[in-house]
């Protein structure tokens, strides 16, 4: 018996890492279990980016299927997806909004003025695309905090009722939308047009 917990339980435990670290090697790291997936928006007042006396609050999201895009202009994929996010919006009519955040811009210290935020957001989307209904300025970061978000491009998909439904981590391209984002979009518009025709 002694012979058997000697070998018996080293054995044990290696047979688990050896589990444990194959099955790390096909894993997505896109596909990550979400902490906010299946809940409301968390609660955020934050002002419009190109407007900053407008103010939304997550009603915002209320009414409508919504991809909300985490992005910056310091972000090279997220310049790189925005020709397809804005083929999305003007090919599909697929709502989208920007969360964004400036990695220069510090409210206490104001390393970089509104102005000049501003300005680097007009020139990137006049170059690449612009496929945001609107920017959602994140200026302490947070929402994106609370959202989980651990960099940019992230994407949630948010239903009608203001639920988060879908984390995606990273860009968004034909491939994804096709296979992974494109599918779900779909159904909550499905999902919104039969609760609202049962009203």
Known sequence: MKKIMIFGVPLLAFLVLVVFLFSGLFSDPRELDSQVKGKPMPAFSLPDLMNPETTYTPEVFKGKVTLLNVWGVWCVTCAVELPYLTELTEQEGISIVGLYFD????????????????????????????????????????????????GAPEHFLIDHNGVIRMHHIGDINERVWNNKVGPLYAQLQQEMAQENSAE
Do not use: S
Not at 118 to 127: F, K
Not at 128 to 145: C, E, K, M, S, W
């Open 103 to 150: 990695q220069d811009l510090d409210p206490e210290f104001g390393t970089k003025t509104l102005n000049r935020v501003q300005q680097e957001v007009e020139e990137i989307t006049n170059r690449f695309g612009n496929p945001y209904q609107f920017h959602i300025f994140d200026v302490y970061r947070d929402t994106a905090l609370d959202l989980g978000v651990t």
